[in-house]
C-alpha cells in the first residue's frame, strides 16, 4: 500500500517543483555541461544518424553533452521500467508512440508542459501529436510517421478500363473485376500480429467506428467488408500467412494487381520495380465511405520523450528534442527512415524533394489519421490482440462477423 503523500517523481513536479524549474538558471549559464543519457533501440543507419543528431547537437550546444546507450527492442520497455524503478531513469527516451500511455502511468516518463515554447497545435497534425500526450500532459514531440497507402498495377487497372479506386465500395468493385487468371485484385496482411488489426483500423474508422465500441454496427460491416474480400475472391485466403513484408514481391511479380505496404517499403518496392519494368502507383487508402473523403487511418512512428527526474537535465532533454524538430534537423532524419514529418514547417520542406514524392499518400492522409491509444491508452494491444482474432475468424468462414466480435 502506497504511504499518503507524494512520490519523490510527483514532488518534482508538483507546483513547488515546477517553479523551481522555471527560477533555475538557464542551461547556456550552466558552470558545466549538463550530461544526458539517451536511451533507444535503433540500431543499423537509423542509430547511426541518432549519434549524429546527438553528436551536432552538443556542437551546437556545449553547455549540454549527449551520450547514447541503446538496447535490443525487445528488451526496452523493460529496461525503462527497471531504469526508473531504480532512481537512474534515462534524460531522453525514444520510444514506439502507442508506448507512451503505459509507460506514462508507470511513472517512466516525465511531463515537459513547463518548458514548452512552441505553439504546438499549430506545428503538429493532431495525430502524431495526440502520441505524445497523455491524460493532458506533453510527455515528447513525435519524430516522424509511417502508414500504410495502396500501390496498383496501371497495365492492369489501364486494361480493364479503371481508375483507382478511393472507397471501400470502389475497392470491393475494382477489385473484384481485376481478380481471375492467377491474378488477385487485393491483398493486406491478416497475420496474426499487430499489422493485421493495424490494416483493418482505416475500414472501421472511416465508418465512424471506435475502439471503445466493437459491438457497433460500425465495427460489424467494417469486419464483413474485410472479411468478404477473402470470400468473394477480391483478395487471396493465404494472406492469413502473410506478412506485409511478403506482399511486396508477390506484388511486383504480378500475382497481385492492388495491395496494401508500408511506406518503409517504398523505396524497396520502387528499386524492385524498376528492375522488372512494372508501372505502379501509389495511393491513399481506399477507405473512405463517400468520394472526396479522406480515410481515417492508423499510423507509427517514434516518440522522443523526457524521463529525467532532475529539473535541470529534463529542461536539457527538452532543448535537445526541440532541436530535433528544426526542419533541417528532422527532414533528412526521417528521410533516412523513410518516415514522413509530423510537423507542418517539416512537411514543406520534406516535400520539395523530389525524391520524397513516393511518400506523398502518407503525408495527405496525416491530417485525419488517428492514434491507436487514444481511447484505450495502454490496453489497446491487448484488445487489438482480440480484433486480430476475430478478423482471422470471420476470413476463414468460423465464425460471422457479429459473433466474432461479440467474443470481444
Not at 470491393?172 to 491478416?190: C, D, I, M, P, Q
Not at 527538452?318 to 534537423?329: D, G, L
Request: glycine letters at 10%; one cysteine or more; charged letters at 15%.
Amino acid at each position: 500500500m502506497q504511504r499518503h503523500g507524494m512520490t519523490r517523481r510527483q514532488a518534482l513536479w508538483s507546483g513547488a517543483g515546477i517553479a523551481s524549474i522555471l527560477a533555475a538558471p538557464a542551461i547556456g549559464r550552466a558552470q558545466s555541461p549538463v550530461e544526458l543519457t539517451m536511451l533507444d533501440y535503433s540500431t543499423g543507419p537509423a542509430g547511426e544518424t541518432l549519434s549524429r543528431l546527438a553528436s551536432d547537437f552538443t556542437a551546437e550546444n556545449p553547455a549540454i553533452r549527449i551520450t547514447r546507450q541503446t538496447v535490443p527492442q525487445n528488451q526496452y520497455q523493460n529496461t525503462l521500467l527497471q531504469r526508473a524503478a531504480a532512481g537512474q531513469p534515462a534524460d531522453i527516451l525514444d520510444i514506439d508512440g502507442p508506448m507512451t500511455p503505459g509507460l506514462a502511468e508507470a511513472g517512466v516518463l516525465a511531463p515537459i508542459d513547463a518548458y514548452v515554447d512552441l505553439d504546438l497545435d499549430a506545428t503538429f497534425y493532431p495525430a502524431p501529436l495526440s502520441t505524445a500526450r497523455w491524460k493532458g500532459k506533453l510527455y515528447g514531440l513525435p519524430a516522424g510517421n509511417n502508414a500504410e497507402v495502396l500501390v496498383y498495377n496501371k497495365k492492369m487497372l489501364a486494361d480493364k478500363g479503371l481508375t483507382v479506386p478511393a472507397t471501400q465500395d470502389e475497392l470491393r468493385e475494382t477489385g473484384k473485376k481485376l481478380a481471375g487468371n492467377g491474378v488477385y485484385g487485393f491483398a493486406a496482411s491478416a497475420y496474426g500480429g499487430e499489422e493485421c488489426t493495424w490494416n483493418w483500423l482505416p475500414y472501421f474508422w472511416s465508418r465512424g467506428g471506435n475502439l471503445d465500441d466493437l459491438h457497433s454496427q460500425a465495427a460489424v460491416d467494417a469486419l464483413e467488408f474485410w472479411g468478404g474480400l477473402v470470400r468473394d475472391g477480391i483478395a487471396p485466403a493465404a494472406q492469413l500467412s502473410w506478412q506485409t513484408a511478403e506482399i511486396e514481391p508477390r506484388f511486383v511479380n504480378g500475382q497481385l494487381a492492388m495491395a496494401m505496404l508500408g511506406s518503409w517499403q517504398l523505396r524497396s518496392l520502387d528499386a524492385n520495380a524498376k528492375q522488372v519494368g512494372l508501372d505502379y502507383g501509389i495511393a491513399i487508402l481506399p477507405a473512405a465511405m463517400k468520394p472526396g473523403e479522406k480515410p481515417i487511418a492508423p499510423f507509427g512512428g517514434e516518440v522522443m520523450a523526457v524521463g529525467s527526474l532532475d529539473p535541470a537535465k529534463a529542461a536539457a532533454a527538452w532543448q535537445f528534442i526541440k532541436w530535433v524538430q528544426t526542419p533541417k534537423v528532422i527532414v533528412p532524419f526521417v528521410e533516412q527512415s523513410a518516415y514522413v514529418p509530423a510537423s507542418k514547417p517539416a512537411t514543406v520542406l520534406f516535400e520539395s524533394n523530389p525524391a520524397n514524392g513516393l511518400f506523398k499518400a502518407v503525408s495527405q492522409m496525416l491530417p485525419t489519421a488517428r492514434s491507436r491509444t487514444e481511447l484505450l491508452g495502454a490496453s489497446y494491444y491487448e484488445v487489438s490482440g482480440k480484433i486480430t482474432t476475430a478478423i482471422q475468424q470471420v476470413m476463414t468462414g468460423a465464425a460471422d462477423a457479429k459473433t466474432a466480435l461479440g467474443a470481444i
